[in-house]
């Protein structure tokens, strides 16, 4: 079945550093693609989507490119922020169109220190 | 405009007992899907509703219910309520059954003692 991995956090990193988390995918068909984040004591926002293969989903500085051929949608940031601070999800529906179910990776914890 | 509303946000109940809760989509929304988060298992899927059907259902016990009514609010169930049931449960909303994006609502902590 449909499933999405991604790298174990928590991931800590200094105020303006280069963000990479990892995240990758199995599924059938062509899947539409999401990041979102939770922040503490809140739901989950939709940070940034791609619904086809080279597609590039951004949305306040971050950045990911639905990769087709190495199956992954990696985020990027180039510089972040102590406000960056959250859980990210990675997240993928099948695509079918007969279904808006979320598929979502285990998370990956970010903490920025100033 | 208004967002997904989860009521209660917070929720103490006792082993056996039932619980119900209840999410508002945003206005215009059909669809609504439920999701259980819990810090073992991660975010679940639980049903997902479009006008007023259930379209698709998670790997859950039957004691996991859920209806949405013509207004597109939605419920779900929780009967004889097990320690495991603690959690996050998070409503999402969105245009249609198809569409790709879903706004979540704050959630309902549900604490079984």
């Known amino acids: 079945g449909n499933s999405v991995t991604q790298m174990e956090g928590p991931v800590t990193l200094s105020e303006e550093a280069f963000l990479t988390i990892n995240c990758t995918y199995t599924a059938t068909g062509y899947p539409s693609l999401f990041w979102y984040v939770q922040y503490p004591g809140e739901g989950l926002q939709l940070l940034l989507k791609a619904t086809k293969a080279d597609d590039k989903g951004s949305n306040k500085g971050f950045e990911a490119t639905y990769r087709k051929e190495t199956t992954s949608f990696h985020l990027e940031k180039g510089s972040v922020q102590v406000s960056d601070s959250a859980v990210y999800f990675c997240a993928l529906t099948s695509g079918s169109g007969n279904t808006g179910k979320l598929i979502f990776g285990q998370g990956t914890t970010l903490q920025v220190k100033p | 405009k208004a967002g997904v509303t989860q009521t209660p946000r917070y929720l103490i109940k006792t082993r056996g007992q039932q619980v119900t809760l209840s999410c508002s989509p945003i206005?215009?929304?059909?669809?609504v899907s439920w999701y259980q988060q819990t810090p073992g298992q991660g975010l679940q899927f639980l049903f997902e509703y479009f006008s007023e059907t259930q379209r698709n259902k998670g790997n859950f016990p039957g004691r996991f219910s859920g209806r949405q009514f013509s207004n597109s609010r939605s419920e779900m169930n929780v009967s004889t309520l097990e320690l495991g049931d603690s959690a996050l449960y998070l409503c999402a909303s969105s245009l249609a059954w198809s569409d790709t994006e879903a706004f979540f609502g704050q959630g309902t902590r549900l604490t079984v003692v």
């Open positions: 206005s215009g929304h059909r669809s």
